[in-house]
Structure formats: C-alpha cells, structure tokens
C-alpha cells in the first residue's frame, strides 16, 4: 500500500492514576523524525516509543504528545516512605534544632511533618503503580501508532488515484503528440521548401535535401516521447508495488520534468509547444502529490 506522511491519531485511556490522552501527527519529512512530550513520570518509555515508531514509519516527522489527567486526589500509586532515609533527615533535623537552641539560628523555624515527606527520597510513589501507568501508556501508544498508520493508508491511496489520474492525462497528451508529429514534420518541410521558392533562389537539390533531413532530426522527440512512455509506465509499477516509494517518484518527476523540457525547446508548431506546457503543468500537480508519499 502507498501511505502519506501526513495523518493524525489520538487516543484515551482510564487509568487509576488518571486519564492518559495521547496524541500523534506526522506531516512530510526527509527521514523519520521523531520528537515526544511526556510526563516526567512516563519519560523512561521514550526509547520504547521510538523504537515502535520506526518500526511502523519509514519517513515523516513525528509529533507525540503524552497527557495525564489526574482525577481529583488520585496518585501514581500508594505512596512508599523510606524509612532509612526519613532518620537521616530527622538526625539532620535534631541537629539544626540543637543549633537554633544555643541562638546560632536565630529566626529559624521548626520543619512542618510534610516538608519532610517533600524531602527528596523520603517519600515515592510504589513501583507497582508506576509500572502498571507504562504499562497502560505503552499499550495507549501501540493503539495509537496503528490507528495512525491506517490512517496514513487511507490518505495514500487518495493521493495514488490523484496521481494515476494525471498520468492517464499525461500518457494521453504524450499520445496527442505522437500522433501530430509526422504533420507537423511534414508542415515544416513546406515551409521552407515554399520560402524558398518565393526568395527565388538557385539551390543544389541534394544540399536542400540534407538540411531537411537535418532539420527534421532537431525537431524529432520521438525519442523524448519514448522516454516519456517508459516514465508512465514505471510510475504505474511503483504505485502498484506499494511500500515507501516517495523518494522514487520523486526520482522520476524530475525525470519527467526533463523531457518535457526537451519536448519544448524542440518544439517548432504552437501545439507542439502548448503540449509542453500541459506535461509541466501535470507533473508539477504529481510531483505536489509526490511530496506526502511515505
């Protein structure tokens, strides 16, 4: 399948420590940038999340936003306090209060019980509640990653039919063209046979002859048309093959872009040249197309 490089996901999640809301965008992107917003509780799951996100995505830039919504009193998990840690605290605590009592701390005051379960390392949250919240993010995460890749699908397939339908529109003026080439030759050599023989001039009819053929050489893009034609159908083989192809229709825009370029200074009738100008304008719709490819 052909996926786009520009989708959004979101999905929610009940948890018991709160309502875990997460939010994916990619848009287009050389290579696969990934950037995240988590919580500081949940940042350990970064390398996880970037590994799926490569393991899913071959390209874009990836935004991911990670909420937790508390509800009310509702905590990571039982709180656990350490209680080697809460004597240190207090021994450090008897002795500063020793030291407010001989005045050396004058207008110092007494610690307030939840200054030190504040106190780093005293009190934390159960392991338990934290593992069961990654879990549950994790899982958010997973939901969300696939949702968006189907979501990328969806919109790749929309710009494979808007790109298969110009090159049916590309392929039909290619065909136009074929078909008036050999007038349009053919009107080119009257004209200068007919300028010829208003300026009344003695020419060598085997030197005339040369510079026709010369000039009818210049002016061929049958092979600029082949090209063109094998172009079209190896756009058609990309598409149907499916998988992250963005880099290679790019590829073979700017190979479009070079025929039709030569189409155009070859071109000796307005047709000719207003065919050119079509094939531009066709391939600069694909190739904007092309750009949101995976």
Do not use: W
């Not at 052909?2 to 287009?28: D, K, Y």
């Not at 009310?72 to 030291?99: F, I, S």
């Not at 200068?192 to 002016?219: G, N, P």
């Amino acid at each position: 399948m052909i996926h786009s490089m520009t989708a959004f996901a979101r999905e929610s999640l009940a948890t018991e420590q709160g309502t875990l809301t997460l939010e994916l965008r990619t848009v287009n992107h050389r290579y696969l940038d990934c950037h995240f917003k988590l919580p500081d509780s949940l940042r350990v799951l970064e390398a996880n999340f970037r590994e799926q996100a490569a393991k899913g995505l071959a390209r874009g830039k990836l935004d991911c936003l990670l909420r937790l919504q508390q509800q009310g009193t509702a905590a990571v998990g039982p709180l656990v306090v350490d209680e080697e840690r809460l004597e240190e605290v207090l021994t450090a605590a008897a002795l500063v209060g020793d030291r407010m009592a001989a005045g050396k701390l004058p207008g110092a005051q007494l610690l307030d019980p939840l200054q030190v379960l504040q106190f780093p390392g005293v009190c934390a949250a159960a392991e338990s509640g934290e593992e069961a919240l990654q879990a549950a993010a994790a899982k958010l995460f997973s939901e969300a990653l696939t949702t968006l890749r189907d979501n990328r699908a969806r919109e790749g397939e929309k710009l494979a039919n808007l790109i298969l339908e110009r090159l049916d529109l590309v392929e039909a003026e290619v065909a136009r063209t074929r078909e008036h080439l050999p007038a349009l030759l053919q009107q080119q050599r009257e004209r200068v046979i007919a300028r010829i023989e208003d300026l009344d001039l003695d020419t060598d009819q085997s030197r005339l002859e040369q510079e026709l053929v010369y000039m009818a050489q210049k002016a061929d893009v049958d092979e600029e048309l082949d090209r063109l034609d094998t172009h079209i159908g190896e756009v058609r083989r990309t598409l149907k093959k499916g998988g992250p192809c963005g880099r290679r229709l790019d590829f073979l825009m700017q190979e479009f872009n070079r025929e039709a370029n030569t189409l155009s200074s070859k071109a000796t009738a307005s047709s000719t040249t207003a065919s050119a100008v079509e094939l531009k304008v066709l391939i600069e719709q694909m190739r904007e197309q092309i750009q949101n490819i995976e």
